[in-house]
Structures are given as C-alpha cells and as structure tokens.
C-alpha cells in the first residue's frame, strides 16, 4: 500500500522561499506521474506541478518560473522547491500519485498525502 507524507510547510515571508518534500512508501506504479496541488480556503483545489514517467514536468501558469518539482529516486521522496512566494501561494500543499493525463487538473490523482501548510505573509 502506497503512503505520501508532506513535510516542509511553514511560514515564510514573501520573496521566501520554501522546499516541499513528500516522502513515498510503497511502490508507485511506474506508469504513474506525481503531482503537487493546493487549496486554499474557499477555493477549489488546483494542480500546480506534475513530473511525468521520462521526467517531462507541467506547471499551472500560476507558479511556472517560480516552483520546480523534481524526485530523488534513491530516496522515494518528491520535492517542490518554491521561491518568490506570494500572499497568494499560502494554501495546504497536497503530493499526489495516479494516472497520467494531459491536463494538469486531472493528472496523477488517486493516491494522496494528508497535506502541509504553507503560509506566505506580506
């Protein structure tokens, strides 16, 4: 059975920078991409960052050039590494393991991680 746990969250001023990592228990299937979403309060969640099987990555225009996610195969553990953070990135960051699609809204969604909290003041 698959488990992702999220670590990193915190407080962090805006311009900060912050590293997320979702450590990985179990097998993920090898046809399956990772993913990075977030929700803030009152809003819908919404995908930010996918790293499909060849390493090919997507990004939502909202953090493209600011967030990069990349994985550490030897460790099992997914990073997304955050810098020029905004008010509007404070949100629960959630990793995620599934199915790749297309669209970054429907991609690697099945298996979840419980969340971590990243809060970005002014």
């Known amino acids: 059975q698959v488990q992702l746990t999220e670590s990193g969250g915190g407080p962090v001023q805006a311009g900060g920078s912050v590293r997320l990592s979702c450590a990985i228990s179990g097998r993920v299937w090898s046809s399956y991409c990772m993913g990075w979403f977030r929700q803030a309060p009152g809003k819908e969640r919404e995908g930010i960052a996918a790293?499909?099987?060849?390493?090919?990555?997507l990004y939502a225009d909202s953090v493209k050039g600011r967030f990069t996610i990349s994985r550490d195969i030897t460790r099992d553990t997914l990073f997304l590494q955050m810098n020029d953070l905004k008010p509007e990135d404070t949100a629960m960051y959630y990793c995620?393991?599934?199915?790749?699609?297309?669209?970054?809204?429907?991609?690697?969604?099945?298996?979840w991680g419980q969340g971590t909290q990243v809060t970005v003041s002014s």
């Open positions: 995620a393991a599934g199915p790749e699609r297309r669209e970054l809204r429907d991609a690697c969604q099945g298996i």
């Open positions: 790293l499909y099987t060849g390493d090919a990555t």
